[in-house]
């Protein structure tokens, strides 16, 4: 019986491919990865196997598979139909959501590289091949797994390469065999004549003059129990530590006869069991009721807790009775980067158990994680990561938990899949029978939606733990402030005196303005030219520290003109505000005062935004200015005073969105202040106080921002009334982008009628040299799924359609 294999290639090409399977190939099953040949050349691939069966596709040659990469599936069925569903949903490739899915050295292409670890001339007098590869290897560093097929003139280089990668002499650059290999340490261990009593005090005399080993030996039977278990190995490392000596001595005693060193697995250290979870206030006991009621019927619950409330430690009993019953907890979170303070809190509560997964960890680590759970999901039993934590090869999970879940950075911008992590993880929910929990203070409309509608239950904490109360916010009025004349750069004399009060008292400062850099505008005095990117169509950043003028859309640097490029005078200003301004302004007007800031700019490098935090954590710094960093899950006890420096831009920002992300940001940082006892102060500035959304922040009101906003969604069919999906179109030819952009509409149009707005001129409509139009199209709720044909056929017409082709479409499902 013939077999076949269909698979997914990791690249953005659509749908799955059948490979014929050969019988020496051995046992294929899915979940497996196969290497195969693809397109024309020699290009190779690691495709991951969705089914095997006896159908001959029709009309195709197939070809061939050419070897095995796995022994075991890296994943189950269960996973591949998350991946099924992403797809779906965002209307992405599968080897789109394999790219995003596996950490990169599980993704094997023509482009891995292979490098020489242990070649020698000995292996190249044996084999011709490993002669070449020698050759290769001794000019350059590494070769591509391509150029290796090319030199040894066969079609899988990983085959004909088999026994010099079994033996260690040479390596794919990024390790991709599944059998994770385990990282071998030093062990010591007696050999076995001395390993008796009589024999080790015979040992304690010969050694009598040389201390180091002696205490080496001392130190073995203390810590490796020698004279229990007959000499066993102890990890070198521990007992060098012990005894104070170093590894020469070590090698001494091999020498005498005394120890023998091996090379073996680390111990996995003994599970920390951690403190467990104190205990519930009242309020959080309620809470966790009404959520084991709601979760009986529901599959998903929101938690709707203030800042402060202890979100935390509800989950933290959740998690623990998950994983007492013997199940798996997946937490996620928004940006795993500012969470330390929150991963070291997981980590007191459940020891050892907790494990890290994020982009931060190199590929090698997010690999071995991968494999840890595969081999040994026991080991693993709560993963806290950000979104592609998602993909990680669950069997059992009991419980996820998505931790602010309206934060935009669950959405994946860039590159395709643009997937949100807290969708998915719904779906991954679904899929696993595992309960899902949605927590946040200020809920996205979405989530509140499906909550006030019965799709998902509902529970509440309404009051912040222990002695604390929510912050009083105030409104200062800027316009006022500027007629009167009384501002001190872009500070009203109530945020400044607030701050050198707070600061007197030894309390600490956080102001927040959405806007990194200097200034956002630099220009003339007397001609009003503004310089622009010369590659975007946006005005640039000053940024004082950097001395240079940065476009903010493709990161060039200019340095500034000393005069007006366009009229010569020298009279340039700077308008606008950003966080180094705020900061500068700061120092100037209370120069007593300690002030840091935190935003992409500063938090660049592995330490620095750590080093930030624990500065701060400590009281080294008084005032902590930021962008919506500092929104994000901060919890110290000596934050009092938060200042907003302008609500406005954040109000005005032109998305259907704008309004909902703004308070959620204010919430957010209003949330910061006064977690502990003392009621904190939020102080607001803005010139349209009036605004209403500025109404519900004053008053922490929730229900009636969302029933406010609910209506104006309503009104003009945004989501939750409807999907978005949103078109970007860019090419270099502004001409062609547009017809592109009209092409489009006129495909969907027919169906879809007024519901595709567009071709639209975004507010930046030039960004590295390509023009970008935008189609914003509105699906309707109950018949999402038909009308999602209607996108699906329009984007599969759309190259015949132009002719010209080559111009970029970036489709965003439910965008950010
Ligand atoms: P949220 O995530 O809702 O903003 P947190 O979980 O950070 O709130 O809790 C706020 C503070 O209150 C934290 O410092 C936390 O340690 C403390 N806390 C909350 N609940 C308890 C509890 N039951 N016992 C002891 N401390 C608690
Ligand atoms: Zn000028
Ligand atoms: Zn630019």
Redesign the pocket.
């Known amino acids: 019986m013939p077999r076949f294999a269909d698979v997914i290639l990791p690249a953005a090409v659509p749908g799955v491919f059948t490979y014929a399977l050969t019988d020496e190939l051995g046992p294929v099953l899915p979940g497996m990865r196969i290497v195969v040949p693809f397109g024309a050349g020699r290009k190779l691939y690691g495709g991951l196997v969705t089914r095997v069966h006896d159908v001959r596709p029709e009309g195709r040659n197939v070809r061939p598979a050419l070897s095995v990469l796995d022994a075991t599936p890296l994943l189950e069925p269960v996973h591949l139909q998350l991946w099924q569903r992403l797809a779906d949903h965002y209307l992405c490739s599968l080897g789109e959501v394999m790219l995003a899915a596996l950490p990169g050295p599980m993704v094997l292409t023509s482009e891995t590289r292979v490098t020489a670890t242990a070649l020698t001339a000995e292996h190249a007098a044996r084999t011709p091949r490993a002669a070449l590869l020698l050759d290769a290897l001794e000019q350059r560093p590494a070769i591509t797994l391509g150029e290796a097929g090319e030199l040894l003139q066969v079609k899988d280089p990983l085959r004909a390469m088999k026994q010099l990668l079994d033996d260690g002499a040479v390596a794919l650059e990024e390790e991709l065999r599944s059998r994770p290999v385990e990282r071998l340490v030093r062990h010591v261990a007696l050999t076995p004549e001395a390993a008796d009593e009589a024999s080790l005090h015979a040992w304690f005399d010969r050694l009598a003059r040389a201390p180091r080993q002696l205490a080496l030996l001392m130190k073995g039977i203390e810590l490796g129990r020698w004279l229990d278990n007959g000499g066993g190995p102890v990890a070198e490392t521990r007992l060098l530590k012990a005894a104070g000596a170093e590894r020469r001595h070590v090698e001494e005693l091999v020498r005498k006869g005394l120890f023998i060193v091996t090379e073996r697995p680390a111990d996995r250290p003994p599970a920390r069991p951690g403190s467990g979870s104190?205990?519930?206030?009242p309020a959080?006991a309620l809470c966790l009721e009404e959520m084991d009621a709601a979760l009986k019927d529901h599959r998903c619950c929101l938690l709707q807790?203030?800042?402060?409330?202890?979100?935390?430690?509800v989950y933290a009993h959740l998690i623990e009775r998950a994983v007492d019953q013997g199940g798996q907890v997946l937490y996620l979170l928004p940006e795993i980067a500012l969470t330390t303070q929150l991963i070291v809190?997981l980590r007191t509560r459940f020891g050892d158990r907790v494990s890290v997964f994020h982009s931060r960890l190199t590929a090698r680590q997010r690999a071995d994680l991968w494999s840890g759970i595969l081999r040994d999901p026991d080991a693993h039993p709560i993963v806290v990561g950000a979104r592609s934590a998602l993909f990680l090869p669950f069997r059992h999970l009991r419980l996820i938990i998505v931790d602010e879940e309206h934060d935009p950075s669950y959405k994946q911008q860039d590159p395709s899949p643009r997937y949100n992590a807290r969708d998915m993880a719904v779906v991954l929910g679904e899929l696993m029978e595992a309960p899902v929990v949605l927590g946040s203070?200020t809920p996205s409309m979405e989530t509140l939606y499906n909550a006030r509608q019965g799709k998902y239950g509902h529970a509440r904490?309404l009051e912040r733990?222990?002695d604390?109360v929510l912050p009083s916010v105030e409104l200062i009025d800027l316009r006022e402030a500027y007629k009167r004349k009384r501002m001190q750069g872009h500070f009203t004399p109530e945020l400044l005196e607030a701050v050198q009060r707070t600061v007197e008292r030894r309390d600490q400062v956080i102001l927040f303005q959405n806007r990194r850099g200097y200034a956002p505008v630099w220009q003339c005095e007397q001609c009003a030219h503004v310089p622009n990117c010369a590659h975007c169509d946006v005005s640039l950043t000053y940024h004082k520290r950097s001395h240079e003028l940065r476009c903010h859309y493709c990161g060039r640097g200019y340095p500034p003109p000393t005069a007006c490029p366009s009229c010569g005078s020298r009279r340039l200003k700077m308008i606008g505000l950003g966080t180094e301004r705020i900061e500068e302004e700061l120092a100037v007007a209370l120069p007593d005062v300690r002030v840091a800031r935190l935003d992409q700019d500063t938090a660049r490098g592995k330490h620095a935004l750590e080093r930030l935090m624990h500065d701060f954590a400590e009281g080294r710094i008084d005032v902590l200015v930021g962008t919506q960093m500092v929104t994000k899950g901060l919890?110290m006890e000596r934050v009092n005073t938060v200042g907003i420096l302008s609500a406005d831009r954040l109000l005005r920002f032109p998305d259907f969105r704008a309004h909902e992300r703004a308070f959620q940001l204010m919430g957010q940082v209003a949330?910061r202040s006064g977690?502990r006892g003392v009621q904190g102060r939020v102080l607001i500035q803005a010139f349209d106080v009036a605004h209403p959304v500025l109404g519900h922040v004053l008053t922490h009101d929730v229900d009636g921002f969302y029933a406010r906003e609910l209506e104006h969604r309503q009104a003009h069919g945004y989501p939750p009334f409807s999907r978005l999906v949103r078109f970007t179109l860019k090419h270099r030819s502004e001409e062609r982008v547009e017809q592109a952009a009209r092409t489009l509409v006129d495909l969907l149009r027919p169906d879809l009628g007024d519901r595709v707005l567009g071709p639209e001129t975004p507010a930046v409509a030039w960004v590295r040299d390509q023009h970008i139009r935008n189609v914003l199209v509105k699906l309707a709720r109950g018949i999402y799924g038909r009308e999602k044909q209607v996108v699906r056929a329009a984007l599969d017409r759309l190259p015949d359609e132009l002719p010209e082709g080559r111009v970029r479409l970036i489709v965003d499902v439910d965008p950010g």
């Open positions: 104190p205990t519930l206030s959080q807790g203030v800042t402060g409330s202890g979100k935390t430690e809190r203070a904490l733990f222990g604390s919890d949330g977690r």
